[in-house]
């Protein structure tokens, strides 16, 4: 009998549903451009010849691009409450300040 591993976890999948990883609940295949559906460890298509391996590899590097950096997030925004309190404290005593003559 032949099993099937996980592409990803190399799990033995449950022949009565394989498309699924019953360890890491990937789904083992993709559809392909052509309709047809190709196992994700396959990186062209046979049927059409899509280079899957480029196509993942562009969008693994625009995941990248949107990727947020959380401390310099909280960096800007600390910033940000920082400067209005300045300006919040600071523009009504500098106006006293004019305004009293001292």
Known sequence: MHEEYCYSC????DPS????????????TRACFCTRR????????PQCGTDWA????????QR???HVDQRAQRRRRL?????GLVILIGVPAA????TSGR
């Not at 990883?21 to 789904?27: E, I």
């Open 10 to 13: 190399d799990a033995v999948l």
């Open 17 to 28: 549903d394989a498309d699924v990883c019953p360890k890491c609940s990937r789904k083992q």
């Open 38 to 45: 190709i196992s994700k460890g396959i990186a062209t298509c």
């Open 54 to 61: 480029k196509i993942d590899a562009v969008h693994e590097a």
């Open 64 to 66: 990248e691009e949107h």
């Open 79 to 83: 910033l940000g409450a920082i400067v």
């Open 95 to 98: 106006w006293w300040m004019l």
